[in-house]
Each structure stands twice: as structure tokens, then as C-alpha cells.
């Protein structure tokens, strides 16, 4: 198996289990210790590929209207956060991601099919 993040061979019982190997994971704890992020949860690329490009292509800098505790209010599409999960959005190399907007106010976490059903229905794109 290759780590998921920079593609070299993974051996040890551990890094298999989570996709990732040791200094990949290193890194991605100080990520997520700067960013404030959960146990396995990334923000998402466009280098990712698959439909997750597609995804932040498709939305980036567009609006749509918060469901989360300040509902009534729109966010901008900005940053795509995610995690591993089986019905999620796939990569170029087939893994699938649990995708995911958060609310600039309420950081509530709001889907990625509610999000584009509500970009979909607001057109605007903000310059």
C-alpha cells in the first residue's frame, strides 16, 4: 500500500491501517493542530483530482445560503474540508472523502450536495 499523501511504500501495521506513513502523518498533525482540525480531517485540493477538483472548481467563490445556527444568512463557497468515507467524493485514485463546507459564523458543516443544491439555486458569483 502507498500513503495517501505523497504516494511512497507503507510497511508498518499502523500507517497501513490509517493510509498514511509516519512522516506524512507527522505533518498532517501540525496541519491540523494549526487549523484546529479533527482526527483525519483535511482541507481538500483541486491536485486531489476526481470529483473533488471537479467540486472546487464548480463552486469556488460562489454563494450559497447557511442551513447552520445563523441560517437565513449566504457564505461563500471557500475552502472544502473532508474526510475518509465510503460514500463520499473519490479522488483521482479511487479514495472516497466525506466533503464538507463550514460556516464562517456558526462553523456549522454543511454538505457538499447541500451546498451545490444551494449554489445551484443562486447563480450570483462574486468577483
Given at each position: ?21 509516519p512522516?506524512?502523518?507527522a505533518?498532517l ?5 494549526r487549523?484546529?482540525?479533527l ?20 463552486t469556488?467563490?460562489k ?21 475518509p ?27 457538499y450536495w ?14
Open positions: 500500500m502507498k500513503c495517501m499523501e505523497c504516494g511512497k511504500k507503507i510497511t508498518t501495521t499502523v500507517s497501513l491501517n490509517r493510509g498514511i506513513g512522516v506524512c502523518y505533518k498533525r501540525r496541519e491540523q493542530k487549523q484546529k482540525l482526527p483525519f480531517e483535511r482541507i481538500l485540493t483541486t491536485e486531489m483530482g476526481g470529483e473533488i477538483e471537479q467540486l472546487i472548481r464548480e469556488y467563490q454563494r450559497y445560503e447557511c442551513l447552520g445556527g445563523h441560517s437565513g444568512h449566504f457564505e461563500i463557497v471557500g475552502e472544502w474540508y473532508g474526510y468515507h465510503e460514500g463520499g467524493l473519490s479522488d483521482k485514485d479511487g479514495k472516497r472523502w466525506w466533503v464538507y463546507q463550514k460556516c464562517s459564523q456558526s462553523n456549522y458543516e454543511m454538505s447541500k451546498v451545490t443544491e444551494r449554489v445551484g439555486r443562486n447563480q450570483e458569483v462574486l468577483q
